[in-house]
């Protein structure tokens, strides 16, 4: 199992500001990657996926992916309170049939 | 069309114990994973199923063991449970194919005392 790095913050960022969430990971050959957004005593669930190079929108929310330097990114625009959570980054990696999480950004927003 | 069920939601054991936990996948997924979840090591990967069989294994010692039945509901057990498997044991559900999505239960919350 090789790592999914993301930083644990906590990030806060004001009501109405752009969140950036980013996440690095090892293995070359993964191929599809996915954020989780996950409340205080609650399950993840699914917010976005990517698995091409580049930008991917959806509302608010925008993935980036760069496989040449294995990172990617969550872009949260118009940031709400409610947007605040923990949110996990996760890749496929080569072979396996399940994802392997980073240990999650705790993001605030501050009204 | 139902989410994941995991039963039971909290659990108390003390050490020395076994505790079995269950899941229900969504319906028509044939994929069921299992992570523990603690507050400084994040989602840690402990097995998948898939058809009744285990298709990949994480790091974890033989104490922590599950299985598949033919209707895709799963079980994990942990035997000689140790404090330091207090945790919360999150089940998800996919069709099981590469790249998948995975969609989670509410997890069961294990305190070993």
């Known amino acids: 199992q090789k790592e999914v790095e993301q930083n644990s913050g906590p990030l806060s960022v004001p009501e109405g500001a752009i969140a950036s969430l980013n996440c690095t990971y090892s293995?070359?050959?993964?191929?599809?990657f996915f954020w989780y957004r996950q409340y205080s005593g609650k399950s993840p669930e699914l917010i976005m996926f990517?698995?091409?190079?580049g930008d991917k929108e959806d509302g608010r929310f925008t993935a980036q992916l760069n496989k040449a330097s294995q990172y990617v990114s969550l872009l949260i625009r118009d940031s709400q309170p409610s947007d605040s959570a923990t949110y996990l980054c996760a890749d496929d990696q080569t072979g396996a049939n399940n994802l392997f999480f980073g240990t999650g950004t705790r993001l605030t927003v501050i009204p | 069309k139902a989410g994941v069920t995991q039963t039971p939601r909290y659990l108390i054991k003390t050490r020395g114990q076994q505790v079995t936990l269950s899941c229900s996948p969504i319906?028509?997924?044939?994929?069921v994973s299992w992570y523990q979840q603690t507050p400084g090591q994040g989602l840690q990967f402990l097995f998948e199923y898939f058809s009744e069989t285990q298709r990949n294994k994480g790091n974890f010692p033989g104490r922590f063991s599950g299985r598949q039945f033919s209707n895709s509901r799963s079980e994990m057990n942990v035997s000689t449970l140790e404090l330091g498997d207090s945790a919360l044991y999150l089940c998800a559900s996919s069709l099981g194919r590469i790249n998948e999505k995975l969609f989670f239960g509410s997890g069961t919350q294990l305190s070993v005392l």
């Open positions: 293995d070359r050959g993964s191929q599809s």
């Open positions: 990517i698995y091409s190079n």
């Open positions: 319906s028509g997924h044939r994929s």
